[in-house]
Structures are given as C-alpha cells and as structure tokens.
C-alpha cells in the first residue's frame, strides 16, 4: 500500500470510530445515570455532584459500577479511532514534508 492509501485508511476508519464512540458514550450516560439516584439524601452527594461538575463522563464510570465495563468499548473506540486519525495526519505531514 501506498502512503496515500494509508492516509484514506486512517480518515476513513477513524473519524467513524471516534463517532462511534460518542455515540456509545451517549448510550452509557443515558441509560447509567439514573444509579447516582442511591447518593440522593446522603452526604456523599456533594462529592458525586462536584465530580460531575469537572468531568461527567470520568465520574459516572467510577460512581456508576454498571457502567465501568462498558467503558471499555469507549475506551477501545476512541483509542482505536484517535490513533488512525493521528496515524493519518502523520503520514500526511510527512509526505507533504518530502514534496
């Protein structure tokens, strides 16, 4: 394979990985979040609302145990999709430095 068929690898694999992930981390916080419910009254909710505050995502898969596994497939997803798209722009700069 050439250097350009490993660029339109990377866009074209990539950019549909990384929004699969969005996708997939759209589904775990909608279908999660209803568990923070158990911290509703107690003085742990302060902590799990200042969390959510700074990172949603971060904090729901610690607070919510269901949703620790499927933070895997996201994980994999975007690492997946972030290194194509990084592999990509990388050959891309390189064969543009060459020219």
Same mark, same amino acid.
């Given at each position: 394979?050439?250097?350009?068929?490993?660029?339109?690898? &990377? @866009?074209?694999? &990539?950019?549909?990985?990384?929004?699969?992930? *969005?996708?997939?981390?759209? @589904? %775990? %916080?909608? $279908?999660?979040?209803?568990?923070? $419910?158990?911290? *509703?009254?107690?003085?742990?909710?302060?902590?799990?609302? %200042?969390?959510?505050?700074?990172?949603?995502?971060?904090?729901?898969?610690?607070?919510?145990? $269901?949703?620790?596994?499927?933070?895997?497939?996201? *994980?994999?997803?975007?690492?997946?999709?972030?290194?194509?798209?990084?592999?990509?722009?990388?050959?891309?700069?390189?064969?543009?430095? /060459? /020219?």
């Amino acid at each position: 394979m050439s250097t350009l068929d490993w660029i339109a690898f &990377g @866009y074209v694999a &990539g950019i549909p990985l990384i929004g699969l992930a *969005a996708l997939w981390q759209m @589904y %775990v %916080v909608l $279908n999660e979040s209803h568990t923070l $419910n158990r911290f *509703a009254g107690s003085r742990k909710m302060l902590w799990v609302a %200042v969390s959510l505050f700074f990172s949603f995502s971060l904090s729901l898969y610690w607070f919510c145990p $269901n949703a620790r596994k499927k933070g895997i497939v996201f *994980a994999l997803l975007g690492g997946a999709g972030v290194l194509l798209y990084g592999m990509a722009t990388w050959f891309k700069m390189r064969l543009l430095a /060459q /020219q």
